[in-house]
């Protein structure tokens, strides 16, 4: 998918403001993989077994992140090579509507000699100036010198462990980054001060 074409960079969009995008990966930040779930299952969390060759995989979820993101002032788009399985294996679990996704099929995987993540070119161009925040287990120096380089808009990379995924205090973090995007809201229009009449007339 392409970068929204009409985004200005005085923050608005055919003159009516937006939110920042908020790139979701799957793995690490909603699925927390790394953790010894099967010794001591997350709290909260299910399970869902998605086919995959050789044999399903397992991913673990917690329903509660879909309305704690939906909160979020950002605008969601998934930022995984989940791709379209996205919205058809994870959304539904969260409670998250049918998202738009960044389509990395011609890198997927791919690595860069120069240390750069396979996602990081595809969301900046992708983003197209707008700002962003990325959630993901696999960012590195690497990928924040990229975009400080690349993308002129503020944007917020931020690790999130597979140990434990999105936690409170992730969400801490990108609603403070969204907070910093906000103008101050404009005092409201005065009236005119209807023209008095001169004394002794």
């Keep these: 998918m392409t970068g929204p074409s009409d985004w200005t960079s005085e923050g608005s969009t055919r003159g009516v403001a937006v939110k920042p995008l908020l790139y979701l990966d799957v793995d690490g930040p909603l699925n927390p993989y790394a953790a010894p779930l099967f010794e001591q299952p997350l709290d909260g ?3 869902i077994e998605v086919p995959y ?3 399903p995989l397992r991913v673990w979820l917690d329903p509660r992140h879909g309305a704690r993101l939906l909160a979020l002032e950002y ?5 995984t090579s989940w791709m379209a399985k996205a919205n058809e294996w994870i959304a539904p679990v969260l409670g998250l509507p049918e998202l738009p996704y960044v389509d990395f099929s011609q890198v997927l995987f791919q690595e860069r000699p120069d240390g750069v993540h396979w996602k990081t070119p595809i969301l900046v161009e992708h983003a197209a100036g707008r700002p962003f925040a990325w959630v993901d287990d696999e960012l590195g120096p690497e990928d924040e010198a990229f975009v400080a380089a690349h993308h002129p808009g503020a944007a917020l990379l931020h690790y999130v462990s597979p140990l434990k995924g999105l936690r409170d205090e992730d ?11 906000t103008s101050p809201a404009l005092p409201p229009p005065q009236e005119p001060e209807e023209p008095q009449e001169p004394d002794g007339y």
């Design 53 to 55: 060759e050789p044999g």
């Design 45 to 47: 969390f299910t399970v």
């Design 171 to 181: 969400f801490a973090v990108l609603a403070a980054f969204a907070t910093t995007l």
């Design 75 to 79: 605008e969601l788009c998934w930022g």
